[in-house]
Nanobody, 125 residues
Framework: QVQLVESGGGLVQPGGSLRLSCAAS????????IAWVRQAPGKEREGVSC????????YYREFVKGRFTASRDDAKNTAYLQMNNLKPEDTAVYYC??????????????????WGQGVQVTVSS
């Protein structure tokens, strides 16, 4: 069964950090770009970052540059999103998704993708 499972979400104070994991099963992540996408209440899904499948190049939206870092460990079939200096406006459900390629501006890649179930991130004091 092809599946992506996110973990690592939770409640954190402003300025805090979280590390999201995206574990794949049923297929090999190494052949896919991994996008991180979020959806806040009442808002559309928006791309946050993407890490490419070939050389591990990373792409970020401006509003997370310098705070979020995407990485991947193909040997573990897992991708990660390190989120530092979190802000209340980062509160959202975060999804990882596998696509054929990234967009260089970090926006949601084209195509259907294979999506995880999402994990809640809440930034609040």
């Amino acid at each position: 069964q092809v599946q992506l499972v996110e973990s690592g979400g939770g409640l954190v104070q402003p300025g805090g950090s979280l590390r999201l994991s995206c574990a794949a099963s049923g297929f090999s992540l190494r052949y896919y770009a991994i996008a991180w996408v979020r959806q806040a209440p009442g808002k559309e899904r928006e791309g946050v970052s993407c890490i490419s499948e070939h050389n591990g190049n990373t792409y970020y939206r401006e509003f997370v540059k310098g705070r979020f870092t995407a990485s991947r460990d193909d040997a573990k079939n897992t991708a990660y999103l390190q989120m530092n200096n979190l802000k209340p406006e980062d509160t959202a459900v975060y999804y990882c998704a596998a696509f054929l390629s990234c967009r260089s501006d970090g926006t949601l890649p084209s195509g259907l993708g294979t999506w995880g179930q999402g994990v809640q991130v809440t930034v609040s004091s």
